[in-house]
């Protein structure tokens, strides 16, 4: 089992930024992959950001150039760092893990609202 805990979201203006964190437990020695996906309001869940084993990342289209996303593998920890918040980034974020097994985790998620 992994445990997955975020922290971060809130409530920011149009334009400003928040960071997200994700810290995992459990059997972590086992994932392969991690990120965030988020759900806005009557939509379906959509990638945010993901890391594979490698070390690649790959953004959503939609966040491309204004969200970072980082790994501590020390501290079991995944960052998103989120800049030019729009309102259309309102969402709850959730954290995501995937296991060598395909056995795939989801955090509790953490909700983004930007006003505008």
């Known amino acids: 089992q992994v445990q997955l805990v975020e922290s971060g979201g809130g409530l920011v203006q149009a334009g400003g930024s928040l960071r997200l964190s994700c810290t995992a437990s459990g059997r972590t020695s086992s994932i392969n992959a991690s990120g965030w996906y988020r759900q806005p309001p009557g939509k379906q869940r959509e990638l945010v950001a993901i890391i594979s084993s490698g070390g690649s990342i790959s953004y959503g289209d939609s966040v491309k150039g204004r969200f970072t996303f980082s790994r501590d593998n020390g501290k079991n920890t995944v960052s998103l760092q989120m800049d030019s918040l729009k309102p259309e980034d309102t969402a709850l974020y959730y954290c995501?893990?995937?296991?060598?097994?395909?056995?795939?985790?989801w955090g509790q998620g953490t909700q983004v609202t930007v006003s505008a």
């Open positions: 995501y893990a995937r296991t060598s097994d395909f056995i795939r985790y």
